[in-house]
């Protein structure tokens, strides 16, 4: 079992940032694969941002440019980092962490960006 706990979120006025953090337990955390999603009442979660085992990236089209996802290993953390937040980045966030077949939720954080 990994247990996975998401931390950062907030409120932020549009054009600020926040960094999101995902902590998952497990000695082979390198071998991860971890994704944050996002979800709204109104609509379906998801996929934000990826990282792989091997470092590469992925993003939804909607944030490119303005989020950057990255881990570190020795600390059994993968980041988000969101900048130029605009309303519509108002969420809940989940991480995501995926070994094979296996995948294992975060509990969430909440981002609402509003003045």
């Known amino acids: 079992q990994v247990q996975v706990v998401e931390s950062g979120g907030g409120l932020v006025q549009p054009g600020g940032s926040l960094r999101l953090s995902c902590a998952a337990s497990g000695s082979i955390f390198r071998k991860y694969d971890i994704g944050w999603y996002r979800q709204t009442p109104e609509k379906q979660r998801e996929l934000v941002a990826a990282?792989?085992?091997?470092?590469?990236?992925n993003y939804v089209d909607s944030v490119k440019g303005r989020f950057t996802i990255s881990r570190d290993n020795a600390k059994n953390t993968v980041y988000l980092q969101m900048n130029s937040l605009k309303p519509e980045d108002t969420a809940v966030y989940y991480c995501?962490?995926?070994?094979?077949?296996?995948?294992?939720w975060g509990q969430g954080t909440q981002v609402t960006v509003s003045s």
């Open positions: 995501n962490v995926k070994l094979g077949a296996l995948t294992y």
């Open positions: 990282i792989t085992s091997g470092t590469n990236t």
